[in-house]
């Protein structure tokens, strides 16, 4: 993911997040470095077919998944796995021992996602994520250990 890239991804967040982040978000996850991937499939016509993005911070030997987001037409097809076992991959390569992760509470699929590649919950955040009504919902967070005998599972 690149400055170009950022109009697709910021439609992609707007449909993907019931409060999604906004362009200074990721232009700071850019500017500061962090690890930011886009999934895409071929592009039909010229047209750019964006499936999936994922942005993950690491330093000091942990990891930190800040976002994943799947395009709804796209969702339930494996590209929500492959993009986080990517960012798995790349942590592990950069001598990461945990990775952490927030989600939140009512999000099902991602929790089950994140359970089935090893994540287990470390705590809850209460009042973490704005949703649209004007509340707060609590996070759940989770962390994964990658130590030396972990090995990134993937399904191709």
Not at 9 to 22: D, I, Q, R
Not at 81 to 105: D, P, S
Request: with cysteine; charged share 20%; glycine share 8%.
């Amino acid at each position: 993911m690149n400055g170009a890239d950022l109009d697709v991804v910021l439609t992609l967040e707007a449909k993907g997040h019931a409060v999604p982040w906004g362009l200074r978000i990721f232009q700071d996850c850019l500017w500061a470095g962090y690890y930011c991937i886009l999934l895409e499939r071929e592009k039909v016509g010229h047209k750019r077919v964006l499936l999936a993005y994922a942005i993950m911070s690491a330093a000091a030997g942990e990891a930190h998944i800040l976002n994943v987001c799947v395009n709804k037409k796209y969702q339930r097809q494996g590209f929500g796995q492959k993009i986080v076992t990517h960012l798995l991959g790349v942590a592990k390569n950069n001598k990461v021992k945990m990775v952490f992760l927030e989600v939140r509470l009512s999000n099902n699929i991602a929790i089950n996602l994140y359970e089935s590649l090893g994540f287990f919950e470390i705590g809850h955040r209460g009042s973490y994520y704005p949703t649209i009504e004007g509340c707060r919902e609590d996070a759940l967070v989770m962390a994964l250990e990658l130590n030396s005998s972990f090995e990134v599972r993937s399904e191709s």
